[in-house]
């Protein structure tokens, strides 16, 4: 199992960017689908984007479309979520996640991260 740990969160106001990162220990990074998770103070944990093992392919939730981009380095075991022109009901727990299929629901994802904060002030 890859081990992953987050971080970039912070406070921010609205409007601004933020890059969070997610580092995975172990050489087996890269065979994974890689996602983003959020979970914001009493709601449900929620799908933000996957990108595949080799990078090739994308899918998000609409309501981060257009605004959040996700990417990674396999060489560096490392993948990434840009987030630009943030508001504040993005604020939550991010979690990165690794998995057997690039999919919303979080069933095949096995490793998860221990999330990191991110805020956004109005």
């Known amino acids: 199992q890859v081990q992953l740990e987050e971080s970039g969160g912070g406070l921010v106001q609205a409007g601004d960017s933020l890059r969070l990162s997610c580092v995975g220990s172990?050489?087996?990074?890269?065979?994974?689908?890689m996602a983003w998770f959020r979970q914001a103070p009493g709601k449900e944990r929620e799908f933000v984007g996957v990108?595949?093992?080799?990078?090739?392919?994308?899918k998000y939730a609409d309501f981060v479309k257009g605004r959040f981009a996700i990417s990674r380095d396999n060489a560096k075991d490392t993948g990434y979520l840009q987030m630009n022109s943030l508001k504040p009901e993005d604020t939550a727990v991010y979690y990165c996640?690794?998995?057997?299929?690039?999919?919303?629901?979080?069933?095949?994802?096995?490793?998860w991260g221990q999330g990191t904060q991110v805020t956004v002030s109005s």
């Open positions: 996640a690794l998995g057997t299929r690039a999919v919303s629901d979080p069933g095949p994802y096995g490793s």
């Open positions: 172990g050489r087996l990074f890269g065979s994974y689908a």
């Open positions: 990108i595949s093992y080799s990078g090739g392919d994308t």
